[in-house]
């Protein structure tokens, strides 16, 4: 069964550093997203991607966050300069269709510790 | 803004005992509400899923109930196992379709 993969598993950086998260969404998919999840608290939206452009975001996704699909499978994630208060889960997630009642289809997550 | 309140964990159940695992919403519109799962060491998982008030959702001896009058979506199961050990997220799809809200998880230990 098809599934969303993410690399690396575990990242760990410097503060001020430059990180990308990768993922590989489902092949047929037209809508990727990323979410994190800082320890103990909920999960949450970052932004959504389609058609080659940011479709929504929130209002964590600052300047320092940006996303790009570098080439048909490939979704990435880069965060600039690294705070510690970036340290979290970070998910992946694709979907087929658009509408409300299509679920999106997560990936294992890469857990970002700054330090 | 929408938003998803779940009962709080851990919580640790016998093997067989009935489970349920409490979710409140926050919406504008008609949202569809899920259910999903984490394992150990993988992704989040759909478990079920409701797109209309009082659709209920089920899979794997799990079941919730879309109650738009109480804005609940309970996960339940009648006897739970040792390989229902995870932690369960319940979630909701604003109208675009296009954001999910999650609540903050609740983690389930089922021991022997």
């Known amino acids: 069964e098809p599934e969303v993969t993410q690399t690396p598993s575990h990242q760990v950086t410097q503060m001020g550093q430059e990180v990308i998260l990768r993922c590989v969404p489902i092949s047929n998919h037209l809508y990727f997203y990323w979410y994190r999840q800082i320890l103990g608290q909920k999960v949450e939206f970052l932004v959504s991607?389609?058609?080659?452009?940011?479709?929504?975001k929130s209002e964590i996704f600052d300047d320092q966050f940006s996303v790009e699909r570098p080439d048909g499978s490939n979704f990435t994630l880069k965060i600039r300069s690294t705070k510690l208060e970036d340290s979290a889960m970070y998910f992946c997630?694709?979907?087929?269709?658009?509408?409300?009642?299509?679920?999106?289809?997560f990936g294992p997550g890469t857990r970002l510790t700054v330090l | 803004g929408d938003s998803v309140t779940q009962m709080e964990g851990p919580v640790t159940l016998s093997e067989e005992a009935f489970l349920t695992i409490n979710c409140t919403y926050t919406?504008?519109?008609?949202?569809?509400l899920f259910w999903y799962v984490q394992y150990p060491g993988e992704g989040l998982q759909l478990l079920l899923k409701a797109t209309k008030a009082d659709d209920k959702g089920s899979n794997k001896g799990f079941e919730a109930t879309y109650r738009k009058e109480t804005t609940s979506f309970h996960l339940e199961k009648g006897s739970v196992q040792v390989s229902d050990s995870a932690v369960y997220f319940c979630a909701l799809s604003d109208r675009t379709g296009n954001q999910f809200y999650f609540g903050t998880g609740t983690s389930l230990t089922v021991i022997p």
């Open positions: 991607f389609y058609n080659n452009e940011i479709s929504e």
């Open positions: 997630a694709s979907r087929k269709l658009a509408g409300v009642s299509n679920e999106q289809f």
């Open positions: 919406a504008t519109g008609y949202p569809s």
